[in-house]
């Protein structure tokens, strides 16, 4: 079965400095991925998602993430994070079980931007 | 395009009472529908998809007969909580799959609905 870490539960950082957020998946095939981003009491918004191609994605708000299969990695980037960042960011994984094609959520990781 | 609304956005009722949470797709017709169930500061829990026209197929134990799932048609899916308790408050997320026009490999997300049961 396919699963889904975040390593980091909680990162602050300052404004105007770099982010990268972690997610390593576990899946026997080439995965769909995701990173979603939910502010408090809202829903999830897609930031960006791979399928195929480009191993290098960009997404919505200056995000981008990075595919390797070596690693078995998508970790989220951006180079200079802004107040408004601030939330809870989730990475996701769909998994083929025939049409069910159901998504796999990381535990998420928490992210506080300091001014 | 591709927006999923939820009604009501928050809900509080009565331990024993039933509530109806309200999940449609505005712009396009979803051939599935998934409900998620996040507790405060965790992750999202799928606890059910289902097919317009039939019957939804739930996660391991996950309630079926406390979460009625109806899927009635192609832009509307109801999840209703019987007889709520208060270990069922929680944040209830829907999220649509469209039809082949669209990417069926990518789900779109409501807002969300919080349950509060006293």
């Known amino acids: 079965a396919q699963s889904v870490t975040q390593p980091d539960i909680h990162i602050t950082v300052s404004e105007g400095a770099s982010l990268e957020l972690r997610c390593n998946y576990s899946?026997?095939?080439?995965?769909?991925l995701f990173w979603y981003v939910q502010s408090p009491g809202q829903g999830l918004q897609l930031l960006l998602k791979y399928f195929s191609g480009d191993t290098l994605v960009q997404g919505i708000k200056g995000f981008e993430a990075e595919f390797k299969r070596s690693q078995s990695s998508f970790n989220l980037r951006k180079p200079s994070v802004h107040w408004s960042d601030a939330a809870e960011y989730f990475c996701?994984?769909?998994?083929?079980?025939?049409?069910?094609?159901?998504?796999?959520f990381g535990t998420g990781t928490r992210l506080q931007v300091t001014l | 395009g591709a927006v999923v609304s939820q009604h009501p956005s928050w809900v509080i009722c009565k331990s024993g009472t039933s509530v109806k949470i309200e999940c449609r797709s505005l712009d396009f017709q979803a051939t599935t529908m998934f409900w998620y169930r996040q507790f405060p500061k965790q992750s999202l829990m799928l606890m059910a998809t289902?097919?317009?026209?039939?019957?939804?197929?739930?996660e391991q134990g996950v309630e079926k007969d406390k979460f009625l799932i109806n899927h009635a048609s192609l832009t509307l899916s109801t999840l209703t909580v019987t007889s709520a308790h208060p270990e069922d408050s929680s944040f209830y997320i829907c999220s649509a799959r469209a039809r082949a026009w669209r990417d069926v490999r990518e789900q779109y997300f409501g807002p969300g609905t919080r349950l509060t049961v006293t």
């Open positions: 899946y026997g095939a080439t995965p769909y």
């Open positions: 289902s097919n317009e026209g039939s019957k939804a197929t739930y």
């Open positions: 996701a994984v769909v998994a083929h079980t025939g049409t069910a094609s159901k998504l796999t």
